[in-house]
């Protein structure tokens, strides 16, 4: 079993930044890739960032390529997700995930690939 925690959301100006960090516990945190996703109102839950387990590799979507930074910290057991230049479409539950299945620099993108869920963070994007 893998507990996700996710904290950091809230409401901001378009253009602004937040940080959102994911705390997991109950198995070995370098064992799995992590996985941000995020879904609208309405909207299916699809991947913004993903990392690997070490870290070397990290993949994000073309909607938040260049304004988001996923990292991680292995000792601290958590991930990260810096968002900056934020747009008012970013608004979403934003989730963290957990993949068992990937090999050390590998990682996957699709929602029924992850494991375990956290159980989400708003984050509202005023323009």
């Known amino acids: 079993q893998v507990q996700l925690v996710e904290s950091g959301g809230g409401l901001v100006q378009a253009g602004g930044s937040l940080r959102l960090a994911c705390a997991a516990s109950g198995r070995t945190f370098s064992n799995y890739a992590m996985g941000w996703f995020r879904q609208a109102p309405g909207k299916e839950r699809i991947i913004a960032a993903v990392i690997s387990r070490s870290g070397a590799t990290t993949y994000y979507s073309d909607s938040v390529k260049g304004r988001f930074t996923i990292s991680r910290d292995n000792a601290k057991n958590t991930v990260y997700l810096q968002m900056n230049s934020l747009k008012p479409e970013d608004t979403a539950v934003y989730y963290c995930?957990?993949?068992?299945?990937?090999?050390?620099?590998?990682?996957?993108?699709?929602?029924?690939?992850?494991?375990?869920w956290g159980q989400g963070t708003q984050v509202t994007v005023s323009s």
């Open positions: 995930a957990a993949d068992l299945r990937s090999s050390t620099t590998a990682y996957h993108t699709a929602v029924y690939e992850y494991d375990y």
